[in-house]
């Protein structure tokens, strides 16, 4: 894969997760109902340092939660005839409260339409919000993110790639070419 372009550096992604944990705040009026989930896999990284800011800001613990959407997905079949599934981890109850969903790269929709219908196997939160790092456009479902990083307007034709620390050693984000 060629990169065309870095878009984001380390710095530039701490600031966006800043701003996102400031905007959560402000959109629900502090923290008391809210739950962060991690979409598997650079989901849960970002829900993690989203929750350290908000902790940060607001000197109040958000628990985070994991959930692995590869059983809900609607190109399951072809993807892999034997899907890899991780599990989700959520040590909290969802009844009523306000779940941010979070991921790294918000493109047709359809990832969190099955993270949605994952996480209502779990109970039924009051409101699911999204938080996404980079919203690239081109959506096939009507579903927009509440908290977005950075707007990027790509060609159907480029790839976005969400490098985080945690997992892949350095944090970026680049446009590449298939």
């Known amino acids: 894969m060629q990169v065309k372009s870095q878009i984001m550096d380390s710095a530039q ?53 994991v959930l692995d959407i590869t059983l809900y997905r609607d190109d399951l079949s072809t993807i892999s005839h034997q899907p890899v599934i991780k599990g989700s981890q959520l040590d909290f109850e969802i009844e009523n409260a306000i779940v941010v969903l979070v991921d790294d790269v918000l493109y047709t929709g359809r990832t969190v339409r ?49 490098a985080l620390s945690e997992i892949d050693g350095d944090d970026s984000v680049k446009i590449v070419l298939a």
Not at 37 to 42: D, L, P, Y
Not at 115 to 144: C, N, S, T, W, Y
Not at 147 to 154: A, E, L
């Open 13 to 65: 992604m701490k600031r966006s997760l800043q701003r996102m944990a400031h905007e959560i705040i402000e959109q629900n009026r502090g923290l008391e109902k809210i739950r962060l989930v991690g979409i598997r896999s650079r989901g849960v990284p970002l829900a993690h340092q989203l929750s350290d800011y908000l902790k940060l800001i607001s000197n109040q613990e958000v628990p985070v939660g």
């Open 114 to 162: 099955a993270a949605i219908d994952a996480l209502m196997d779990f109970g039924r939160p009051r409101q699911i919000q999204l938080a996404v790092l980079i919203d690239r456009g081109h959506r096939e479902l009507p579903i927009k993110a509440d908290y977005v990083g950075k707007n990027v307007p790509t060609s159907k034709e480029e790839i976005i790639k969400v």
